[in-house]
């Protein structure tokens, strides 16, 4: 079965820097768009990046220049590198699946790991 498994999460100071890593499993992970989300206490859950199998990428507004998502296909590892912290990147972090090859709506992520926190502090 699928299997997404976070890490890299921990706790920096403003201005710092991050690297998230997601081990995938149980699939053919070369196929799929995957992303990353994030969900702060007390708010909605957000898109942060997105790569599809082309390795086209999007991101949120707020970490344009900031983040950048990549993908190891022999590895089977997504990645997030989170520079320039801010205090408002303070989120629980999640990396999915998505059903198809191209990211289109959140919809469409039907695979979820259990998260990592990311605490950034001013």
């Known amino acids: 079965q699928v299997q997404l498994v976070e890490s890299g999460g921990g706790s920096v100071q403003s201005g710092g820097s991050l690297r998230l890593s997601c081990a995938a499993s149980?699939?053919?992970?070369?196929?799929?768009?995957m992303a990353w989300f994030r969900q702060a206490p007390g708010k909605a859950r957000e898109e942060v990046a997105t790569i599809d199998t082309v390795r086209r990428t999007t991101y949120l507004d707020s970490v344009k220049g900031r983040f950048t998502v990549s993908r190891d296909n022999a590895e089977n590892t997504l990645y997030l590198q989170m520079n320039s912290l801010k205090p408002e990147d303070t989120a629980i972090y999640y990396c999915a699946k998505s059903r198809y090859y191209i990211c289109r709506t959140e919809l469409d992520y039907v695979d979820w790991g259990p998260g990592t926190q990311v605490t950034v502090s001013s």
């Open positions: 149980g699939f053919t992970y070369s196929a799929y768009c």
